[in-house]
């Protein structure tokens, strides 16, 4: 059972590259949800996504781009990486009706 | 404007005494609220979690307290134990199922 899973796990990348980091989960929950963290932040929403085609704004979406064909991938894009984009990167599902999200192990990404 | 604060950023405890993390809120909206767990280079899991109905709820060592008069929350372990070291974050939504804002966190250390 591979749950949710994330890649890269590491990614270094140069200031204004595109960036793309993916997310799978196997249990086809509904819900996905991409978060940053950051020290002194906490964990941000960025994106989330109710189901396959619906997508919506969280707390900092500025900068990112998500997209949901199919139910069980959920991939952010940064069209154009800056240095404040340098986090670790989680992803996250929820089953419909439910209160635990689940997450995934994390990307930590770097903007030089 | 920070809407769930953890004023603590670290705690340190012995083993097997009571470890009582601190969480306060703004939003007086909130009516679900949980507590997560987080390892180095791992994602969250979910912990526990307290629907405003009520002021208490306990699962194994783990109790969370809530009090909606002060807007305040505590989760507290008993007894602690070095596997418990790891930084939680205490979370609020409106709804079981609304979208989570999480505090910063506190890095708990439990000392043999």
């Known amino acids: 059972d591979a749950g949710i899973t994330q890649s890269p796990r590491y990614k270094i990348t140069e200031t204004g590259r595109q960036v793309t980091l993916m997310c799978h989960q196997t249990?086809?929950?509904?819900?996905m949800f991409w978060y940053r963290q950051d020290l002194g932040h906490g964990l941000r929403l960025i994106y989330y996504?109710?189901?396959?085609?619906?997508?919506d704004k969280g707390e900092v979406p500025d900068g990112y781009v998500v997209s949901r064909s199919k139910t069980e991938n959920f991939p952010l894009t940064l069209e154009s990486a800056t240095r404040s984009q340098t986090s670790v990167y989680f992803c996250?599902?929820?089953?419909?009706?439910?209160?635990?999200?689940?997450f995934g192990p994390g990307t930590r990404l770097t903007v030089l | 404007d920070q809407q769930v604060k953890q004023n603590s950023p670290s705690l340190r405890v012995q083993e097997g005494r009571i470890s009582i993390l601190n969480c306060d809120y703004t939003?007086?909206?909130?009516?679900?609220f949980l507590w997560y767990k987080k390892y180095p280079a791992e994602g969250p899991t979910f912990l526990i979690s307290?629907?405003?109905?009520?002021d208490k709820n306990e699962d194994g060592r783990f109790t969370v307290f809530l009090n909606k008069s002060a807007k305040h929350l505590s989760l507290h372990i008993v007894p602690s134990q070095p596997g418990d070291s790891a930084v939680y974050f205490c979370?609020?939504?409106?709804?079981?199922?609304?979208?989570?804002?999480f505090g910063k966190g506190t890095k708990l250390s439990v000392k043999p």
């Open positions: 307290i629907s405003s109905i009520k």
């Open positions: 996250a599902s929820r089953l419909a009706g439910t209160d635990t999200q689940y």
């Open positions: 249990w086809s929950h509904s819900y």
């Open positions: 979370a609020a939504s409106k709804g079981s199922q609304g979208n989570l804002i």
């Open positions: 939003n007086s909206m909130f009516d679900y």
């Open positions: 996504s109710a189901a396959a085609d619906i997508t």
